[in-house]
């Protein structure tokens, strides 16, 4: 058996893929080796090709440390620089592209068909908080998802204490169930969820699900969608990889989003794998966090999977068709939903856009924080703008604190994230190391009445590469559980002092000075 399951594998389409890919990039490197040694002309021309780029990409609309990485190739390499930059860098959507998002967008706007969000805004701006409101409004404006009220927000402070809710709220299942996953692993978590879909299959109910190909590479087989299409849910992997080599390889859906019957949601930082249970024991005790939402609130991680699966789908959203998930419909079979105070707003980002919610809306959170600022992410990668304002904010008085993993699960990303310590220490930001194991909890908590948990880390691949999804809150009653939650990790986890940063061998500060330079490449 396990034999016949290493040759599935080694013959699957997904490592057939992978090894065209390999000779294509193989092929691209001998056959660039043949020209840069035997023709001088073509030599010349991409040389000239270099100084027409480097203008042009000063001038461009893109991250300034992406600038600096493909300026650096240029400058190093001008012509295999110039030629991978017209090949792979720069993507942004093609017509086509657009094209099929549109349903995308159309979906998004439907969701706020069913809502009153100007109104909403209107009564935080004047009663409230005014920066909040202009928090809400960008993302009502740009992102599409508004902001909601009457929606209870539970907090976990790990992945163990969620699961059982998950599978408990799976059970109340009757009409519904929508699952988006980077990563989705055979074993006891999913074994246990996909054992009452199955069930809740056989009662009628609906069931659509994504997952990232690469994400699930090595843990689920190859073409597992069709497995799951015999089962009776309309499955889908997104982001196929692509057997043309291609920039957009790199792209991932790295959200996580379940959905039951349109009124109960959870989000955060837990994929569908034992590790994240610490069922699996990988990189020490597996830190994570989530979020269960109840209410009006989850038509926006509803709109966020539709839209999603409606594009993949290749299918044209309607109102009339959404109107079969709008939170409310169901809500009486279910126990009355409190009218919590506070509010909160579901928001996605994509790739290929120069409109960077991810990065913007962290950004404004913490530019207007007045009293604290408490972070929380497996990967610091910072760009200049986030690492200004993060300094800035200590300088001026502010309380900064920066919780990243001590044991790493990507030894090269652990290097770059270590290279942010000593500006940030000398600035006055406190860095705390969470020593038991692995922390891979997105969290943003300033002046602790506004929030942010979701699956976006604090590194490029995030803010700028994947598909991603977060929560912000608003006084949800929940933040204080946030809060206390973040404290808990300090105390279990080591203080970076400024001695500690600039102690490191220097071989490893020269090997994270090469690093930064391109870190916004990993």
């Known amino acids: 058996m396990r034999v016949k399951k290493f040759l599935s594998k080694i013959f699957s389409g997904r490592t057939l893929v992978l090894l065209l890919l390999f000779v294509e990039v193989l092929g691209f490197i001998l056959l660039f080796t043949f020209v840069g040694e035997y023709f001088a002309e073509i030599r010349a021309a991409t040389s000239i090709l270099s100084i027409i780029l480097v203008p042009f990409i000063f001038n461009s609309k893109s991250n300034s440390a992406y600038k600096i990485a493909w300026l650096c190739l240029i400058a190093v390499l001008p012509s295999f620089g110039s030629i991978c930059y017209i090949l792979f860098a720069n ?7 657009k094209k099929k998002l549109r349903p995308t967008y159309v979906a998004l706007k439907v969701a706020n068909s069913n809502k009153e969000s100007g109104n909403v805004l209107d009564k ?3 009663i409230e908080d005014s920066d909040a409101y202009y928090f ?14 009457n929606t209870k ?25 929508f699952l988006e996953y980077f990563i989705i692993s055979e074993g006891i978590m999913w074994n246990s969820m996909l054992d009452i879909i199955k069930q809740k299959i056989k009662e009628g109910v609906e069931v659509k699900m ?13 073409n597992y969608f069709k497995k799951m299409r015999k089962l009776g849910i309309k499955c889908y992997a997104t982001n196929r990889i692509r057997a043309i080599f291609d920039i957009r390889n790199n792209n991932r859906d790295h959200r996580k989003i379940l959905i039951i019957d349109g009124h109960t949601g959870f989000t955060g930082g837990i994929n569908i794998a034992d590790e994240y249970i610490n069922e699996k024991e990988r990189f020490g005790y597996w830190k994570d966090n989530s979020i269960m939402l109840k209410g009006d609130g989850v038509f926006g991680l509803t709109s966020l999977f539709l839209s999603t699966f409606m594009r993949i789908d290749k299918h044209d959203p309607t109102i009339d068709e959404f109107k079969k998930y709008y939170p409310s419909l169901y809500a009486s079979e279910k126990e009355t939903f409190p009218l919590e105070r506070g509010y909160v707003a579901p928001y996605g980002s994509l ?22 600022i408490d972070i929380t992410t497996p990967y610091l990668i910072l760009d200049e703008l986030l690492e200004n304002a993060l300094i800035n904010a200590a300088k001026s008085g502010i309380i900064v604190r920066i919780i990243t993993p001590h044991i790493p699960d990507k030894r090269m990303v652990f290097e770059i994230t270590r290279s942010y310590y000593k500006n940030l220490i000398e600035a006055g930001v406190k860095i705390y190391e969470f020593t038991p194991g692995f922390i891979h909890a997105k969290t943003l908590v300033v002046d602790d009445d506004k929030a ?22 608003y006084k949800v009653d929940c933040i204080k559980d946030i809060k206390k939650d973040l404290e808990n990790t300090i105390h279990q986890s080591k203080e970076i002092t400024l001695e500690m940063a600039l102690s490191s061998p220097l071989y490893k500060r020269l090997l994270r000075f090469l690093l930064r330079l391109f870190a916004s490449a990993l």
Do not use: W
């Not at 993507?91 to 592209?97: A, E, F, I, L, W």
């Not at 942010?452 to 912000?472: M, W």
């Open 153 to 177: 927000v539970t907090y976990f402070a790990n992945g163990e204490d969620a699961f059982p809710v998950m599978l408990e709220e799976l059970k109340k299942a009757k009409h519904y169930i």
């Open 136 to 149: 809400g409004k960008y993302l009502n404006d740009y992102a599409n998802n508004g902001i909601f009220t």
């Open 91 to 97: 993507k942004k959507y093609t017509k086509r592209d």
């Open 210 to 222: 994504l997952y990232d190909d690469v994400g699930c590479l090595t843990t689920l087989p190859s």
């Open 124 to 126: 935080i701006n004047q």
């Open 351 to 372: 790739p290929f856009t120069y409109e960077n919610v991810a990065e913007n809306v962290y950004l404004s959170m913490i530019n207007k924080a007045k009293r604290s």
């Open 452 to 473: 942010i948990v979701g699956t976006i880390n604090f590194d490029y691949r995030s803010l700028f590469l994947h598909s991603e999804n977060a929560v912000f809150m």
